[in-house]
């Protein structure tokens, strides 16, 4: 794909010439690896330019280092290369001018954060949502970006051919420069207290990443936690930029004509054993029936180039035993080329709560206790159990010899349970040779308990962020 700059890559040489020919720019920075940039005198003449060009423009939106066109749907960036050579990790692709982490970037923005974030909304895009996993969003959702460079060689007059951002990057594993896919607009959260906008302030500051971030304008379009991504992308051999060097990001949404990748759908999972399942799009049933069916939709969805964001909701009447059965199947689909599970609903628990690993319930080899729900169900309908705190005798000597032991409070209600959990955690809390208890909740119950009456039994009595798994026993 050829794509030229039309406002910046023009006046940069000029630029560059003019400020050398001033005794300015890169000549007089230190030849030192990243570190901060230097030329940010040429980006704040280059915004004056832009200034004097497009002074009266509606269709334009100027700010420091960069030009939005509503008109051509289009954002340019001025950016400085930190100096990367070949094979180094790349673990943030742009981040803005100010945060110290060069060392494991490709460029630094002179545009801040919050700005790239309202020139996308300029040219007519939506903000997304941010990857989140304390309120179990484990997928960036939006629409897409593509990214290009545009690195011009300064001692040459004629434009370069701008690149996809990704042919920057290589996969470690594969040796492959990375697919073009593009990026989600998902868009930074803002501080609750003072409204900041956390990309602007937190590091690393992060305008595009490589791995899931909240704190970023725009992220991968595929699940990817750091602690899997990271040291895997590299800097592509064959397209190495010059510490300092001015490049331009270009912008651009995916689609230009009002289509959109993004589908979002209702999977409900019921107690019918006619019709064990339906996928719904806001109130228009899509398809219903056996899971073949559903599956063929998701199929249909996704070889149309949709993505399937899925708001998984398990009804009242499901059997606990039919839940653990589903939700492994859920879990196989729940990827990158599946649907993509949001968080849960009002009155769900998160599907893997269903889908515990076996050696979670070796409590010997736990190196702390969660709480622990011996739950029952009445013929009525109405929860009951038994909340078990396990732990050594002797907890300042936690050997394999040490006896493990359980306290148990009754508990006939969930004001009960709520209650039993804050009182040993206040005890806990005002004995500083007492351990905290970790914020999760093991739940052992029988196959035939129902789902509505497990979720009304234990809601909110742990605070948030908890975990909460399920074994059916």
Same mark, same amino acid.
């Not at 992220?219 to 990817?224: G, I, Q």
């Not at 398990?314 to 599946?338: M, V, Y």
């Given at each position: 794909?050829?794509?030229?700059?039309?406002?910046?890559?023009?006046?940069?040489?000029?630029? &560059?010439?003019?400020?050398? $020919?001033?005794?300015?720019?890169?000549?007089?920075?230190?030849?030192?690896?990243?570190?901060?940039?230097?030329?940010?005198?040429?980006?704040?003449?280059? =915004? %004056?330019?832009?200034?004097?060009t497009f002074e009266g423009n509606p269709d334009v939106l100027l700010r420091p280092g960069l030009v939005a066109n509503r008109a051509t749907k289009r954002v #340019?960036?001025?950016?400085?290369?930190?100096? /990367?050579?070949?094979?180094?990790?790349?673990?943030?692709?742009?981040?803005?001018?100010?945060?110290? %982490?060069?060392?494991?970037? /490709?460029?630094?923005?002179?545009?801040?954060?919050? =700005?790239?974030?309202?020139?996308?909304?300029?040219?007519?895009? =939506?903000?997304?949502?941010?990857?989140?996993?304390?309120?179990?969003?484990?997928?960036?959702?939006?629409?897409?970006?593509?990214?290009?460079?545009?690195?011009?060689?300064?001692?040459?007059?004629?434009?370069?051919?701008?690149?996809?951002?990704?042919?920057?990057?290589?996969?470690?594993?594969?040796?492959?420069?990375?697919?073009?896919?593009?990026?989600?607009?998902?868009?930074?959260?803002?501080?609750?207290?003072?409204?900041?906008?956390?990309?602007?302030?937190?590091?690393?500051?992060?305008?595009?990443?490589?791995?899931?971030?909240?704190?970023?304008?725009?992220?991968?379009?595929?699940?990817?936690?750091?602690?899997?991504?990271?040291?895997?992308?590299?800097?592509?051999?064959?397209?190495?930029?010059? $510490?300092?060097?001015?490049?331009?990001?270009?912008?651009?949404?995916?689609?230009?004509?009002?289509?959109?990748? +993004?589908?979002?759908?209702?999977?409900?999972?019921?107690?019918?054993?006619?019709?064990?399942?339906?996928?719904?799009?806001? =109130?228009?049933?899509?398809?219903?029936?056996?899971?073949?069916?559903?599956?063929?939709?998701?199929?249909?969805?996704?070889?149309?180039?949709?993505?399937?964001?899925?708001?998984?909701?398990?009804?009242?009447?499901?059997?606990?035993?039919?839940? $653990?059965?589903?939700?492994?199947?859920?879990?196989?689909?729940?990827?990158?080329?599946?649907? %993509? &599970?949001?968080?849960?609903?009002?009155?769900? /628990?998160?599907? #893997?709560?269903?889908?515990?690993?076996?050696?979670?319930?070796?409590?010997?080899?736990?190196?702390?206790?969660?709480?622990?729900?011996?739950?029952?169900?009445?013929?009525?309908?109405?929860?009951?159990?038994?909340? #078990?705190?396990?732990?050594? &005798?002797?907890?300042?000597?936690?050997?394999?010899?040490?006896?493990?032991?359980?306290?148990?409070?009754?508990?006939?209600?969930?004001?009960?349970?709520?209650?039993a959990i804050e009182k040993e955690n206040a005890r806990r809390d005002a004995d500083p040779d007492?351990?905290?208890?970790?914020?999760?909740?093991? &739940?052992?119950?029988?196959?035939?308990?129902?789902?509505?009456?497990?979720?009304?039994?234990?809601?909110?009595?742990?605070?948030?962020?908890?975990?909460?798994? +399920?074994?059916?026993?």
């Amino acid at each position: 794909m050829r794509v030229f700059s039309i406002s910046l890559s023009g006046y940069l040489l000029l630029l &560059v010439a003019s400020l050398r $020919a001033q005794g300015g720019g890169p000549g007089d920075a230190p030849p030192d690896y990243g570190g901060s940039p230097t030329r940010a005198e040429e980006s704040a003449a280059m =915004d %004056r330019l832009h200034g004097n060009t497009f002074e009266g423009n509606p269709d334009v939106l100027l700010r420091p280092g960069l030009v939005a066109n509503r008109a051509t749907k289009r954002v #340019e960036i001025l950016t400085e290369a930190t100096g /990367l050579k070949a094979g180094e990790i790349v673990e943030f692709i742009v981040i803005d001018q100010s945060c110290g %982490r060069g060392y494991e970037a /490709l460029l630094w923005s002179f545009a801040k954060p919050s =700005d790239v974030h309202e020139a996308l909304t300029f040219i007519g895009m =939506d903000q997304g949502e941010a990857f989140h996993p304390n309120a179990f969003r484990f997928w960036p959702k939006g629409e897409r970006v593509h990214a290009h460079l545009l690195a011009p060689q300064e001692e040459k007059e004629a434009p370069s051919e701008a690149l996809p951002l990704e042919s920057y990057l290589q996969d470690k594993k594969t040796g492959q420069r990375l697919e073009t896919k593009g990026f989600v607009f998902t868009g930074s959260f803002r501080s609750p207290t003072n409204g900041a906008y956390a990309a602007d302030v937190i590091e690393p500051k992060s305008i595009i990443t490589t791995f899931n971030l909240r704190n970023t304008v725009l992220d991968v379009p595929v699940r990817a936690p750091e602690r899997e991504v990271y040291g895997t992308r590299l800097v592509h051999p064959e397209h190495v930029l010059q $510490a300092h060097q001015l490049v331009t990001l270009i912008l651009q949404p995916e689609f230009t004509d009002g289509t959109t990748r +993004v589908r979002d759908l209702t999977l409900r999972v019921r107690s019918d054993t006619d019709a064990p399942v339906a996928l719904y799009q806001k =109130d228009r049933e899509l398809s219903s029936g056996a899971w073949v069916d559903v599956l063929a939709s998701f199929n249909r969805l996704t070889s149309e180039g949709k993505e399937p964001h899925v708001q998984l909701h398990f009804d009242e009447a499901l059997t606990l035993a039919d839940a $653990a059965r589903i939700a492994p199947l859920i879990k196989t689909i729940d990827t990158d080329a599946g649907i %993509r &599970v949001g968080p849960p609903g009002e009155g769900q /628990l998160f599907y #893997e709560a269903f889908c515990p690993r076996p050696e979670m319930r070796e409590r010997e080899s736990r190196f702390s206790h969660p709480w622990e729900l011996q739950y029952e169900e009445t013929a009525e309908g109405k929860g009951k159990g038994i909340l #078990e705190l396990w732990g050594f &005798v002797d907890e300042d000597d936690e050997t394999t010899a040490t006896p493990l032991t359980a306290q148990r409070w009754p508990v006939a209600s969930r004001a009960a349970l709520k209650e039993a959990i804050e009182k040993e955690n206040a005890r806990r809390d005002a004995d500083p040779d007492a351990f905290p208890v970790p914020q999760a909740l093991f &739940v052992h119950a029988p196959p035939t308990a129902r789902f509505g009456n497990l979720v009304q039994f234990i809601d909110s009595v742990l605070p948030d962020p908890a975990t909460v798994y +399920v074994f059916v026993d």
